[in-house]
């Protein structure tokens, strides 16, 4: 019943669940969803069995892009986005970067070309025992995950 | 793919053998005309007059001419103008282009929008492959043979490119490394984790005397300071090995000591007389390497 309460349920959108709570407001600005103009519900703190402590994102009528689904990947790869039709899941979309990203993030390499000029980032995803590395396709230096800085577009 | 060789990794075992062995050609008979009616932009957007000076006798020594800028304060980038606007201006009147770089990935990044062949010479701290190219041909020549060698690294292995390319290069052929490095300098943990994936066997130390007694090459390097954005740094560590001939006494008769130059105090000059001192020699070999990579590049048919 308490449970209820706390995040409405959706029609229709988009649900990122399991947000590590230090990430949300990061997610809501990556989704630019503070000049959304219909129905949000930002729920952050609330109780979680898998993580302790979580925060939630409800966008209704939206339906994120596979650049917008990448971002929140390099950002939170343990959430779970779920596409909602009809109050039901009828998508669980899967956090995986895939073999590429392309110019959603900066290079952490200052000496990098393209902190410099005007070139689309593109960075190979290693995946290797579960831990994902970056690597500059140009200047083949790896990014860290606290070293990841999204661009701005 | 335009054919071009911005990394080392960009060849596999196979090419880099038919370069080595198109050079041992070359180097026989350096002056052939396999270039002719050919032009090959040299775009050095900061000085390495070394390595500039060797490209263009490779190309003019096959019977090709040259284009290009040795300086980007004379050249068009001091406008404000691009890599892509230049590239793909300079790709209008050349049929290859070789690029030297401050920044990392440039030459990457003039390789994909080019529509001619790129070869890098050099972008930043990132790759340099004609110079580990040249490193491989200097160690066969001098062992015969490039499979089960010891080799001893010594200096800057944290922004040394030219050390972290040699690495991916001669996994091919089983060597052993042993690292000489101070802390600050010490070989990054990803090629750590590429020698233990190609089963490479290597050891660290700080200490470089007795550290290459039982090694077939020494390869030295030196601390670049162009490299270091924390000048302090470079002022603790610039002057922290010094090769001495006194030091090669009890290493191996077939032992050659590697440079990639210049050198500044990390080889004493009483080395220079020693024959296992091999530095000069590998600079000269660069000759014939680079114009094995420009025939390569241009397919005369050579490689």
Known sequence: ?153 | MNNSLVSITDYNKEDILSILDAARGFEKKPDRDTLKGKVVATLFYEPSTRTRLSFETAVVRLGGSVIGFSDSGTSSSTKGETLNDTIRMVSCYADAIVIRHPLDGAARYAAEISPIPVVNAGDGSNQHPSQTLLDLYSIRKTQGTLENLKICIVGDLKYGRTVHSLIEAMSYFKPEFKFVSPDELKIPEEYKIFCRKHNIPFTETAELNGSFNDADILYMTRVQKERFQDLMEYERVKNVYTLHNAMIKNTKPNLRILHPLPRVNEISMDVDKNKKAYYFQQAQNGLYVRQAILSKVLKTGDV
Do not use: W
């Open chain 1, 1 to 153: 019943m308490e449970k209820e309460l706390k995040v409405a349920a959706l029609k229709n959108g988009t649900v990122i669940d399991h947000i590590p709570t230090e990430k949300v407001f990061k997610i809501v600005s990556i989704l630019r969803l503070k000049v959304y103009g219909q129905l949000l519900t930002i729920g952050n703190n609330l109780d979680s069995k898998r993580m302790g402590r979580k925060g939630i994102i409800k966008i209704s009528n939206r339906i994120l892009s596979d650049e917008e689904t990448s971002k929140i990947a390099l950002v939170a790869p343990n959430a779970s986005i779920n596409i909602i039709r009809d109050y039901k899941v009828v998508e669980k979309r899967a956090l995986l970067l895939g073999d590429e990203i392309h110019d959603v993030m900066h290079c952490a390499n200052p000496m990098c070309i393209t902190n410099h000029q005007p070139i689309p980032t593109k960075f190979v995803v290693i995946n290797e025992d579960g831990i994902v590395r970056l690597k500059c396709k140009y200047c083949t230096k790896e990014v860290l995950q606290d070293e990841i800085n999204l661009k701005k577009k």
